[in-house]
């Protein structure tokens, strides 16, 4: 920020107090084993101002969502093939 101000400040020490009233807040997970699945998907040239296809992927921690995610692909692709391999390649650094 250029030029902060009291006000922002003041949001700012907000943060600390706020986390401290939530650190027991969490994903709770039961003993029963589940499997992290993940699906991606993109649609492309999907923005038809600029071409741009948009990226989504999913996981699933047996049925709870842990990650989600979509949005517009930084790139233009010049193939549907190569926006999926895009998507691939986000959704495979999110599983890592």
Known sequence: MESPTKLHLLAANRIPHYLQGTKDFGLFYKGE??????FADSDY???QDDKKSTSG???LLGTTVVSLLSRKQNIVTISSTKAEFVVATTCACQAI
Request: overall charge negative; proline content about 0%.
């Open 33 to 38: 084993k589940a499997d992290l699945i993940g």
């Open 45 to 47: 040239a999907g923005d």
């Open 57 to 59: 992927y999913i996981y």
